[in-house]
Each structure stands twice: as C-alpha cells, then as structure tokens.
C-alpha cells in the first residue's frame, strides 16, 4: 500500500526544494544584471574579468584570446579620447625620467610641435652608437621618437615605426617630408607601418632585420606580452637591443586594476610586475634586463589614486640583448674608448655601469658577452682572459637585476648601485 501522506509531503518537499533552487537562481541573476550594470558604468572591461589575482602574466596569457577587444579599447583610448599629452588623466605616460643630454635635446627640437603634442610616453629612449643603424619603434604613435631618432642614426640610418591605431600614423606620416627636408637629407629615413606590436611577421617585418629596436610606453597596453618580447626578438639582429621605457606596478594587480579600461588605457592596468619581466626576458631568450634608470610615477589624479589603492608604479627603462647562443660569460676586464658620439668621457650603460674613458673595469659575465657581441664591440678594449681577477668580489657570471623601486630610493638618497665605484671599484689604467 502506497503511504498518500509520505507522498503529499515528499512533493511538498520537492516543490520548496525546487522553489528554493529557483530563487537561488533568480537572486543570483539579478546580481549578475546588477554587476554588469555597474561593470558597464565604471568602464571595466568584461574581457578582463578572468584574469586572476596574483597571476597577473598568466592572466595575460589566458586573456590573449580576448586580445582583440583590448586593442580595440586602446585605439579608442589613443585615437578618439586622448588627443594630446594634456588630456591624459595621470602623470604616468609623461613622467621625466632623467635630465636630458643637450645633443638629444636639440634633436627633440627638431620635431614638429604636431608631432609632439601627442607625445604620450614615460622615459627617455635614446641608446647609444645609433648611426647608420636599422632601428624599431614598436608603439610609435605620432612619430616623436622616430623623428628625434631620425636625426642621430643618420641618412645611412633607418628607423621604423609600428602602430596598430589609424589617427596616430596619420599625424606621423603627415610630417614625413617636414622632417626630412629639416634633417637636410635626401630622401626619407624613416616609414610608418600600421600593426601590432604582437604580430610584427604578419605586418611583414622579417627576422634578424633590426639592430635596435626601441619602445616608450607601450608594452604595458598589450593584452599578451610574452608575444611582443617574443616578436621583438625574432626581428632583431644576434647582438641586438630592445632599448625600452615603460611602467611596472610594485606587485601583482588584482582584476580591479586590470579590468578596469581607463586604468589600462593610462598605463597601469596593464603594467607587468618587474620581476616578471625579468622571467618573461630569460623565457624568450634575452638577456636578463638591465636596469638604465627609474622614477616614480605620479597619478595625480584622486579617482584613479583611489582605485589603484596602495600599488606603487615605475616608469623604468631596460635593456634587453638577443645575445647569440653558446657565447661563454666570463667576466673580463675592458675599457671604454671614448668615440660614441655624446658619450665622449663616459657611457653609462646601466645603473650599475658607467665606463669612463681609460678606465679599466671588470664586469660580470653577461655584460661581457653583451659588449662582445652587439655593437659595443668595437668601442671597447678587451684585455685577454687570462688577466682576468679569478674569484673577484664585484664580477660574477650574472649580476642580480635590480629593483628599480630600491633604486628610485637610492636616488633620492644619493647612493649608488654602480659596479663602477665603491669597493669593486674601476682600475686606472697605466
Ligand atoms: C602611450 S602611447 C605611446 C606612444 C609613443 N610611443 C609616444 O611615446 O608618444 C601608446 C601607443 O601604443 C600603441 N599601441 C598600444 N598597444 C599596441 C599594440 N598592441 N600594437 C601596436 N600598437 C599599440 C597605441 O596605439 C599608442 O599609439
């Protein structure tokens, strides 16, 4: 015999159980209307909304398939949004990184006042030994480094300049003809090619082509940087640079800040944290980055300060080497020769190395296959291997990259993090 009332109250507990599903559900999809509306609202990208705390380069990774939506933001932000320095709404794409040399300040005087009123980037990015150079400007945007470069790596020189968003290229390509009349050579130096920094090969740059290739401000905007460092280093010659400022964030952003679209659009949503560019370098095959200079970077701005919380940001600029495989890095005592144009008494090459004129340093291991294999060979004497100090304090086969927000610090506090001075000190030579 069927118990009626077990089955009366067995319904009754399924329909409240059902019931109690549903509403579940229910509540559940008016949070998730709530959350879009605000999410629409504040401008985060819906994209970024995976991205996991803490693992902000796989996020990277993971969200390189919604690549697409991030460069379409960032064609808005800087082809219809910003439309010169001042409508930015931080400090971080304009911050000054150190004072600048009189021979790059007269090359920035040449360039036209269009060209550099839309001049977004953060650091300085002027390498040294450029003439006659094949360079690349990966994220040119209106042309002012390409230009102000024009001038130092000469008529036998060329730079080239990439960028993915249509109201840029245009005003760089305007003054295409400005420039070359002003520099008073024959025909241009220079071209602009519309791509993605991500995508160089389908934007037709071939491997092993560029000497140097130079960045201001942009790495930080890709959706998938491993793929920029990756391309950058197929395309550069075996001793090559990528000489480039951007910004780096002192930890891990959560998805606030990375999904957040003016954030992005302003430089720090996307800033890597510096200890995984150095991971990310070492993964493609550079050389461990060296540090040139930092400094801090401002927002000024009390809405973005809010929202980015206790997050410090950097605008650093590094140097990258495509070092040919099987070079030996052993340390080895050089000295600087002084013949690169500008750096007639001294090169400083990183913040731990300044090579002054007849001085005999040691260093370590990776600069020494740095400088024997890029375009620095020939500025330099090398001394034979055997007059090498064994078991030196100051030169071991790899120098630990730096902070740079410690060397902001030892900036202001007018310390030192050179190789060059202080206890493993450079030699007179005789
Ligand atoms: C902050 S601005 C810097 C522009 C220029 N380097 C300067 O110093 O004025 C960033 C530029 O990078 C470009 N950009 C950002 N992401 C890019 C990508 N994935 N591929 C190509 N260009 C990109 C933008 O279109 C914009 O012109």
């Given amino acids: 015999m069927i118990d009626s009332s077990f089955d009366v109250s067995y319904g009754r507990t399924v329909c409240f159980g059902v019931n109690y599903i549903l509403n579940i559900f229910e509540g559940f999809l008016t949070e998730l209307a709530t959350w879009r509306k605000s999410v629409a609202k504040s401008g985060h990208f819906s994209v970024m909304a995976e991205c996991k705390k803490g693992t902000h380069s796989d996020c990277s990774k993971e969200c390189a398939s919604h690549g697409p939506k991030i460069h379409d933001d960032v064609k808005d932000y800087y082809g219809k949004r910003v439309k010169k320095s001042s409508d930015l709404k931080s400090n971080a794409c ?8 009189a021979f790059i300040r007269k090359a920035l005087t040449d360039v036209h006042p269009d060209v550099t009123d839309k001049y977004y980037g953060c650091g300085l990015v002027v390498p040294e030994c450029l003439e006659g150079r094949r360079v690349l400007d990966l994220g040119c945007g209106s042309g002012r480094d390409v230009y102000m470069l024009s001038t130092l790596v000469g ?96 930890g891990q952003l959560p998805r606030e800040i990375t999904s957040h679209k003016v954030l992005w659009g302003e430089c720090f949503g996307g800033a890597l944290c510096w200890e995984d560019l150095v991971r990310l370098a070492e993964e493609v095959g550079f ?17 973005l300060e809010s929202l980015l919380g206790d997050y410090k940001f950097v605008s650093a600029t590094y140097r990258l080497f495509k070092i040919p495989k099987n070079t030996p890095k052993k340390s080895c005592l050089l000295t600087y020769d002084g013949n690169i144009t500008g750096f007639e008494k001294a090169l400083e090459f990183d913040c731990h190395y300044t090579f002054k004129v ?31 100090s064994s078991g030196s304090c100051c030169a071991p086969a790899k120098a630990v990259p730096v902070n740079p927000f410690e060397l902001v610090q030892q900036m202001k506090s007018g310390g030192t993090t050179s190789a060059t001075e202080g206890c493993c000190g450079a030699r007179k030579s005789c």
């Fill in 94 to 101: 304009v911050a000054p990184a150190k004072p600048i040399p």
């Fill in 358 to 388: 007849n001085d005999v340093v040691e260093v370590d291991g990776e600069v020494a296959s740095i400088l024997k294999t890029s375009r620095f060979a020939e500025e330099f004497t090398f001394q034979p291997d055997s007059q090498t």
């Fill in 287 to 303: 050389s461990s980055p060296r540090l040139v200079t930092a400094s801090t970077v401002t927002v000024d701005n009390e809405e």
């Fill in 155 to 250: 008529e036998k020189g060329h730079i080239t300049g990439v960028d993915m968003t249509e109201e840029q290229l245009e005003v760089a390509r305007k003054y295409i003809e400005h420039h070359t009349q002003k520099c008073g050579f024959s025909k241009p130096n220079v071209d602009f090619i519309q791509g993605y920094i991500e995508g160089l090969e389908e934007a037709g740059l071939g491997e092993n082509s560029y000497d140097i290739i130079i960045s201001n401000c942009v790495v930080n905007l890709s959706p998938d940087k491993t793929r920029v460092l990756r391309e950058a280093f197929r395309v550069l010659k075996d001793g090559g640079e990528l000489y480039f400022s951007d910004i780096y964030s002192s």
